[in-house]
């Protein structure tokens, strides 16, 4: 019985070295790590009025034996309520410590323990317990809110993966510590809404974020949040608000060549606001800017295109001292030799000499209505409106070389009737751009 029972013993005193060696080493590493993780905690948080920086207790071995016990308690031998309630236990005694370390420690350990069981609803319930719970720290607040955002992506189905959006959107609301996490919640939340083509909620949830303000958010991560922002608002119709919200932008905020992408995307949100306006002149303002990018100046099809759509919305433009001055700036720009056809085109509005119509469309009606800005549903009204302008441009010539002139003449050299002339004419006094009297007696 005595050889039995000391072999019995020996069997139960066995241990793998190898085993034992790394679980020290381990337990070394976790040591060393909550030793310097504990400083930087104080530093950050020092502070913070709810943290006593003076530990009664140095957790660093408590943690060092109780996490990897409790891991293999849930996922070796099947436990995993006793030992979520072990660490629950242990995260109440860091945190009445105020060992922001430590607890951040425990609580993600939890929160790691519950994805690897893949018990989804204990991950939620335990996420909205732990921010809960009584003079919980923000530190541990900020990790397991990092750690469980990991896991979205993750989720086996739709339905788990919204549960842990919205909780994850729940504890962090109203908490300024976790803007950043709630921003980039809300941001996957909205894309999530737009491909399932809920456009206008999808703007609504992205609408609420005031990013500008956030401090926690780098500037490159910030301009894509507004101009998505802007993006979706145009998306829904709502042009009013989608200018609003892209005002908080400048052309200063894309200054540094590593935002030259987003400078792209700015102004042609820009330009999608000024179509929808029919202001002509801004969207080849926009174009301009567009044209003296760096990454656009590289590649001949990108400044092509864009000199082509300052050209084409500069002579849809009304006339002004300000549209003068871009026309007479854009004719100086050395690529504009390359694109004869619109060298000619803004040519003729520059120089003093009556434009023919009919000639006028035979050479660029084809190439014109070929353009982007006369495409869809607009190209008979823009096309409208280039006659307009041609109309003005020949109205400003006469006006030039004329002091009286009978209507017969001038609709003759309009070609256009008595009536059109008159109201043309019309147009642009009441416009301000033009004085003149009429004599219906004299005709």
Same mark, same amino acid.
């Given at each position: ?7 019995? @013993? ?49 957790? @660093? ?126 941001? +996957? ?39 998505? +922002? ?61 044209? +003296? ?118 609709? +003759? ?31």
């Amino acid at each position: 019985p005595d050889s039995k029972m000391a072999e019995g @013993g020996a069997d139960k005193m066995k241990i793998d070295p190898v085993e034992s060696g790394e679980k020290k080493e381990e337990q070394s590493k976790m040591m060393q790590e909550y030793t310097k993780q504990n400083k930087l905690a104080n530093k950050k948080f020092g502070g913070d009025m709810s943290l006593n920086t003076k530990k009664k207790e140095d957790f @660093g071995p408590i943690l060092a034996a109780a996490i990897p016990q409790n891991r293999d308690l849930a996922l070796k031998q099947g436990k995993k309520d006793e030992a979520i309630e072990n660490l629950l236990g242990l995260e109440k005694q860091t945190r009445i410590a105020s060992d922001a370390f430590a607890t951040g420690k425990v609580a993600v350990e939890i929160v790691k323990i519950l994805f690897e069981c893949k018990d989804w609803a204990g991950l939620n319930s335990n996420i909205v317990l732990i921010s809960k719970r009584r003079q919980q720290l923000k530190q541990v607040l900020v990790e397991i809110v990092q750690e469980a955002m990991k896991y979205i992506d993750q989720a086996p189905d739709y339905d788990k993966k919204m549960e842990l959006i919205h909780t994850l959107r729940a504890v962090t609301d109203g908490k300024i510590h976790v803007e950043l996490e709630r921003a980039r919640l809300t941001r +996957q939340l909205s894309q999530i809404r737009e491909s399932e083509g809920k456009i206008s909620e999808a703007a609504d949830l992205l609408s609420e974020v005031q990013v500008e303000t956030y401090g926690s958010m780098d500037k490159e991560e910030k301009i894509e949040y507004i101009l998505e +922002q802007v993006r979706l608002c145009l998306e829904k119709g709502d042009f009013v608000r989608g200018s609003i919200v892209g005002k908080k932008l400048t052309s200063k905020s894309f200054k540094d060549d590593i935002f030259q992408e987003l400078k792209i995307r700015w102004y042609d949100l820009l330009n999608r606001i000024a179509d929808n306006d029919n202001k002509y002149l801004d969207m080849a303002n926009n174009q301009y800017e567009i044209l +003296q990018t760096p990454i656009v100046q590289e590649k001949t099809e990108s400044w092509t295109a864009s000199l082509k759509s300052i050209a084409v919305h500069l002579v849809l433009a009304p006339h002004d001292n300000h549209h003068q001055d871009f026309l007479v700036r854009l004719l100086e720009e050395k690529k504009l030799d390359q694109l004869k056809a619109y060298k000619v085109l803004l040519t003729l509005f520059k120089t003093l000499e009556l434009i023919q119509w009919s000639s006028f469309q035979d050479l660029y009606k084809t190439e014109l209505l070929a353009h982007s800005a006369f495409g869809g549903d607009k190209q008979e009204a823009r096309w409208k409106d280039l006659h307009t302008r041609v109309i003005q441009h020949n109205i400003r010539v006469i006006a030039t070389y004329y002091q009286n002139i009978r209507m017969p003449r001038l609709s +003759q050299l309009l070609e256009l009737s008595e009536e059109e002339s008159e109201k043309n004419v019309c147009d642009m006094v009441v416009a301000g751009s033009l004085f003149f009297r009429i004599d219906r007696l004299k005709g």
